[in-house]
Antibody, heavy 120, light 110 residues
Framework: EVQLVESGGGLVQPGGSLRLSCAVSGFTFSNSWMTWVRQAPGKGLEWVANVKQDGTEKYYVDSVKGRFTISRDNAKNSLYLQMNSLRAEDTAVYYC?????????????WGQGTLVTVSS | QSVLTQPPSASGTPGQRVTISCSGSSSNIGSNTVNWYQQFPGTAPKLLIHSHYQRPSGVSDRFSGSRSGTSASLAISRLQSDDEADYYCSAWDDSLNGYVFGTGTKVTVL
């Protein structure tokens, strides 16, 4: 059974930092691109970043470039999102997910999400 | 940033067919595959359709997808009460080098 379990969310003040983790099981983590997607309260989905299997390629949405860093540890089957200089508009549920590239490019498996609240 | 445009709502009675549109551009829908997700309140999105029309194992054949040019659509046939959810389209965008999602459509079963 595929499982993606996020952790590390919580309440943080504006300008603060937080590190999200995602523990993966049920598929070969080292063979998969991985992604973070977020959803602000009552809003739609927004892709945040993704990372190649070996960590050598990373892409970010413009609004987080220079503030967020995606990384992975294939030995630990874990994905991370280091978030610095947090802003109120970063408040959202953050989902860890798997990228799939075969007949097309898509996100297939999702975690349950972890809530990040940026507020003073 | 929602680059793909969807109607905010759609509705139908049980047994009817409902269609949701998704409008994009040449850098996303026009050149990459379209995917659709279903999301119930308080839960993670679920992949419903990938690669324009492919259904993952376990997804009902009442759901179907199509693409034409820079637009796509999701059809739900034989509408059921448990289809009430939010639906999002998505595609990779070559200009932004990232996934883009639609604005989302809330489906209501009357």
């Amino acid at each position: 059974e595929v499982q993606l379990v996020e952790s590390g969310g919580g309440l943080v003040q504006p300008g603060g930092s937080l590190r999200l983790s995602c523990a993966v099981s049920g598929f070969t983590f080292s063979n998969s691109w991985m992604t973070w997607v977020r959803q602000a309260p009552g809003k739609g989905l927004e892709w945040v970043a993704n990372v190649k299997q070996d960590g050598t390629e990373k892409y970010y949405v413009d609004s987080v470039k220079g503030r967020f860093t995606i990384s992975r540890d294939n030995a630990k089957n874990s994905l991370y999102l280091q978030m610095n200089s947090l802003r109120a508009e970063d408040t959202a549920v953050y989902y860890c997910a798997r990228d799939r590239i075969d007949s097309g490019t898509y996100i297939d498996y999702w975690g349950q999400g972890t809530l990040v609240t940026v507020s003073s | 940033q929602s680059v793909l445009t969807q109607p905010p709502s759609a509705s139908g009675t049980p047994g009817q067919r409902v269609t949701i549109s998704c409008s994009g551009s040449s850098s996303n829908i026009g050149s990459n595959t379209v995917n659709w997700y279903q999301q119930f309140p308080g839960t993670a999105p679920k992949l419903l359709i990938h690669s324009h029309y492919q259904r993952p194992s376990g997804v009902s054949d009442r759901f179907s997808g199509s693409r034409s040019g820079t637009s796509a659509s999701l059809a739900i046939s034989r509408l059921q009460s448990d289809d009430e959810a939010d639906y999002y389209c998505s595609a990779w965008d070559d200009s932004l080098n990232g996934y883009v999602f639609g604005t989302g459509t809330k489906v209501t079963v009357l």
